[in-house]
T-cell receptor
């Protein structure tokens, strides 16, 4: 089944403890993105990538890092999480630039 | 600063009637627009898109209209069905040589009443 898989689905962590949210797609897509969804703010793009080793900042990149060493994987790294990074996170991928994205099911992160 | 706005947080429509969801944007460099549908506890699902060189795109019951001079797009669903009840997000993109930078609206919750 073609899909975008995020792990974990739920995570509660403490301030300052580094964490990684993994994202993997099995559709050989070149384009991938990370978003966060917060009440009243919709989805905001954190980082995006158009291929291996090509990444760029989205609208809200502060406090996050990404890497794209393989086409299928696009992990989101929080080096020192803070409570304002408590959010619902989505990873998404697409086969080409002007095309709809396939989204993962989301990761609910709580930082205490 | 919100570059893509959906000013109606919610909309209720009778089954079989037309649903019209609206979206406004401020950046004239946006060249591609999309609509996504989202159910609770799921990721958004792509519905339909339109390039800035067009003013209309249809896919079954869904039609998207783009008015570039007004910086406005709308999604029409005809006829509306109870299964269409969800949150709808519009999104816009401007070309970047590093990939796709997208801006999303805050969503409109559509309820289709049987």
């Amino acid at each position: 089944e073609a899909q975008v898989t995020q792990n974990p689905r739920y995570l509660i962590t403490v301030t300052g403890k580094k964490l990684t949210v993994t994202c993997s797609q099995n559709m050989n897509h070149e384009y991938m993105s990370w978003y966060r969804q917060d009440p009243g703010l919709g989805l905001r793009q954190i980082y995006y990538s158009m291929n291996v080793e090509v990444t760029d900042k989205g609208d809200v990149p502060e406090g996050y890092k990404v890497s794209r060493k393989e086409k299928r994987n696009f992990p989101l790294i929080l080096e020192s999480p803070s409570p304002n990074q408590t959010s619902l996170y989505f990873c998404a991928s697409s086969m080409r630039r002007n095309y709809g994205y396939t989204f993962g099911s989301g990761t609910r992160l709580t930082v205490v | 600063d919100q570059q893509v706005k959906q000013n109606s947080p919610s909309l209720s429509v009778q089954e079989g009637r037309i649903s019209i969801l609206n979206c406004d944007y401020t950046n004239s460099m946006f060249d591609y627009f999309l609509w996504y549908k989202k159910y609770p506890a799921e990721g958004p699902t792509f519905l339909i898109s339109i390039s800035s060189i067009k003013d209309k795109n249809e896919d079954g019951r869904f039609t998207v209209f783009l008015n570039k001079s007004a910086k406005h797009l709308s999604l029409h669903i005809v006829p509306s069905q109870p299964g269409d009840s969800a949150v709808y997000f519009c999104a816009a993109s401007a070309y970047k040589n590093t990939g796709n930078q997208f801006y999303f609206g805050t969503g409109t919750s559509l309820t289709v009443i049987p």
